[in-house]
């Protein structure tokens, strides 16, 4: 399988966060992990957005995945594929002492609730609403091995987290007519996309084809885009050079100023809206591929 050159930035959260944990009493939803005694004994006080003065019990210990809602938003929910920003503290359960912090600059990547790479971080922000302020308490061992579930009782590490805000976990665009002798795409219940390349040739030059036209912002220079993808390789022996949906990756940022992307792909993205899904057919490194872009949102570079 051949891998896509220079195309995407990977989702920037430090590896040690693959886990959170930590605080507060509050109501969380029945379909996530519940509140218990250790998410309960962590508090946390500062205005939302801000960096909080985290209180956590020396010595915390914790069974499994607990989280709590500090603090209740009005939102929209978060589910399973939502590339979601936050901002979080992280603490030591053992000492009780602040490890890391994501800088309350608004700088983090987002992060896709229920990837893979995402880990108990992703599966506790199912639970949640834009505006929440959570608290998740999660064994230490899970920031390893990423075992969220365990009947042992461990040290705690903890997270108070921030959801400040999501975007769709899929184009939501109005569908659109491709272009004659270009790839079929056929979508599944989540969104992802299947392409099956035609027999013939791929086209000598770079195309790009509407399959669903969004409303939103337009995408300049100035942004880093949010989007999904998959890349198939176009030939006889065509094959899944890439995809976003499928590699526990999640959603993926693309910074757009020149030289921070494949200028194929950069081409694509720029100008177009928040909601449009792309079919481009771009080659890179003298191999075709086809591409099926979701552009999800945009923050500001």
């Not at 176009?234 to 494949?262: F, N, R």
């Amino acid at each position: 399988m051949r891998t896509i050159p220079a195309l995407l930035v990977t989702i920037g959260l430090v590896a040690s966060l693959t886990a959170c944990a930590s605080s507060g009493a509050g109501t969380t939803p029945s379909s996530c992990d519940a509140p218990g005694a250790a998410s309960e004994a962590v508090t946390a006080t500062g205005a939302f957005g801000k960096q909080p003065k985290v209180s956590v019990p020396a010595g915390l210990t914790v069974k499994g995945t607990q989280v709590s809602i500090l603090k209740q938003g009005d939102g929209r929910r978060i589910d399973k594929g939502t590339p979601v920003l936050i901002e979080y503290t992280l603490v030591d359960g053992s000492t009780g002492k602040v490890a890391q912090t994501s800088g309350y600059a608004g700088t983090t990547s987002p992060i896709t609730a229920g990837s893979t790479n995402a880990g108990a971080l992703g599966e506790a922000l199912q639970c949640a609403n834009v505006g929440d302020r959570l608290a998740v308490a999660l064994p230490q061992s899970a920031l390893s091995d990423g075992t969220t579930s365990t009947k042992k009782t461990e040290s705690a590490v903890v997270a108070v987290i921030d959801v400040k805000k999501a975007f769709d976990a899929r184009a939501t665009g109005t569908p659109q007519l491709a272009g004659d002798d270009m790839p079929a795409v056929v979508l599944a219940p989540d969104g992802a996309p299947g392409i099956t390349v035609p027999t013939k040739a791929a086209p000598s030059s770079n195309e790009t084809h509407l399959l669903r036209k969004g409303s939103g912002s337009v995408l300049t220079a100035k942004d880093t885009a949010i989007i999904k993808y998959t890349a198939v390789t176009w030939g006889t022996d065509s094959t899944v050079a890439g995809s976003s949906w499928t590699d526990g990756t999640g959603a993926q940022t693309v910074p757009l100023a020149k030289g921070q992307v494949d200028d194929g792909i950069r081409t694509v993205l720029l100008g177009r809206k928040v909601g449009d899904q792309v079919l481009a057919i771009v080659h890179q490194q003298g191999v075709a591929y086809a591409y099926v872009i979701d552009v999800l949102g945009s923050v500001t570079s």
